[in-house]
Every structure is written in structure tokens, then in C-alpha cells.
């Protein structure tokens, strides 16, 4: 079983690229090769000229840290708050508690949740829950921030909400790739697509929309 092949794509600093395709088109498992989750069985995954199937088990931490993750079901830890849930992303990188204390409460704000920072994940809905999990995945100051679906579990109207704000972790300066089914969203965001079939890339237009092809 093969769930990716031929795939040549080189995606510039600063892009915003969507990928889109049918459920089991290979979308996951090309962003988790960018995240260094699964390593190819043949072929070269660059990271900043870094070669990652060949990366050090021990480097994978640090080039970890350069890309910001963020999933359709938010894993947040449960028993956490939302300061909490982002402050760990930096303590797990030895990062200094007067660091923490800045930072976490200034990426909370960005993502318009200055008044939720004692609520725990139940206690908030699930748009709130997906900008905690965006809080996350910026407060490194990433390179990157590759999204699997961030919408998937959420409302035409909260959906917006995400992708607005990932338009403007864009728009300063970070790369974003976005898994996603939501034509509407890619429709109207006008940005670069890359759509996969059967584990090939099947078009990549620089402003596409959606399509209407065999996915
Ligand atoms: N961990 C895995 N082990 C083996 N096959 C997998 C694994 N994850 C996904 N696949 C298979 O790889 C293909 C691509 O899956 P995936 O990347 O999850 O697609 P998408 O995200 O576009 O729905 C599918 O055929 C899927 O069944
Ligand atoms: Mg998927």
C-alpha cells in the first residue's frame, strides 16, 4: 500500500498553500513527512536544506519546533487551561518562566482569547478550543505552521475564524500549508492549491479554487 508517489513540490518561504483531495488521497501523510511524523520510504524531505529522513533522532526536537502543528481534533490536554496548554509548548523547549509568563499570554491574545486564560478545553467551544491549539503552534515564533484539517470539526462561521487567523500568521511572514475539505474557504482565499489523487499531485495552480475535478 502506497499513500504517496511522485510527489515533487517545493513550497517558498512565506506561502500559503492549500491542499486538498479526497479522504485517503494522501493528504495526512504528506504533512506528517513535513513534520517529521512519518519518514519516506524513498525520496528527500527538505526542511531549510535539511535533509529530514536523515535527521538525527536527536535534532528532531529542534526542527519540531520550527514547524507549528495543528490538528482537527485540537489535542489539548484536558486537565489543562489555556494558558496552561500553551505554556508547555514552551517549557518543553527550556524556555525561562519570565519567557513563559510574556509570551504565552501574548499569543492567547493574538488569537482573541484574553478573557478565556483560566478555562480549561470542556469549558470552552470548539472554535475556542482550535485558536488555544493555534496559540500552541505559534508560540515557538515558528518558520511554519502546517494545519491537518483545523476546520473539520467546525462551523461555517467559526471555521472563518481560524482561517483568518492563519491568514494572518501568514501574513506575518510564517509559511502555512492547510489540509482541508472546505471548498468555500479555498475558494475564497484565492491562495496557491495543490490538489492529490491517489497519492500524486494532480494540479497546483498559484491562485486556485477548489475545483470541481475527481476529487
Ligand atoms: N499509519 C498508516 N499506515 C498505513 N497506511 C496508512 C496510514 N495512515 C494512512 N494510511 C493510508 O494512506 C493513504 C493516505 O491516507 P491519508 O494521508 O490519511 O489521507 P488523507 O489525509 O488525504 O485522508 C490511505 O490509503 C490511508 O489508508
Ligand atoms: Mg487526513
Redesign the pocket.
Known amino acids: 500500500m502506497v499513500a504517496l508517489s511522485g510527489v515533487n513540490l517545493r513550497v517558498e518561504r512565506g506561502e500559503f498553500v492549500f491542499l486538498v483531495g479526497a479522504?485517503g488521497a494522501g493528504?495526512?501523510t504528506l504533512l506528517k513527512l513535513l513534520y517529521r511524523e512519518e519518514t519516506a520510504t524513498r525520496g528527500q524531505i527538505l526542511f531549510n536544506g535539511r535533509n529530514l529522513g536523515r535527521l538525527h533522532p536527536s535534532l528532531v526536537p529542534h526542527v519540531r519546533r520550527k514547524i507549528g502543528v495543528v490538528f482537527q481534533d485540537c489535542k489539548l490536554l484536558p486537565n489543562k487551561t489555556a494558558l496552561e496548554n500553551v505554556a508547555f509548548a514552551l517549557e518543553v523547549t527550556g524556555a525561562s518562566g519570565r519567557e513563559i509568563r510574556r509570551r504565552v499570554p501574548a499569543v492567547l491574545e493574538l488569537v482573541g482569547l484574553s478573557n478565556r486564560l483560566r478555562a480549561c478545553p470542556h469549558e470552552l467551544s470548539s472554535g475556542e478550543q482550535q485558536r488555544v491549539a493555534l496559540a500552541r503552534a505559534i508560540v515557538n515564533n515558528p518558520a511554519a505552521v502546517i494545519a491537518?484539517?483545523p476546520t473539520g470539526n467546525l462551523d461555517p462561521d467559526t471555521a472563518w475564524g481560524i482561517v483568518g487567523l492563519l491568514d494572518e500568521i501568514n501574513r506575518r511572514g510564517r509559511t502555512v500549508i492547510m489540509?482541508t475539505h472546505a471548498q468555500g474557504i479555498v475558494n475564497r482565499l484565492n491562495r496557491r492549491v495543490v490538489a492529490l489523487v491517489e497519492g500524486r499531485i494532480n494540479r497546483d495552480d498559484r491562485q486556485g479554487g477548489y475545483g470541481h475535478g475527481p476529487f
Open positions: 479522504s493528504k495526512s491537518d484539517e489540509a
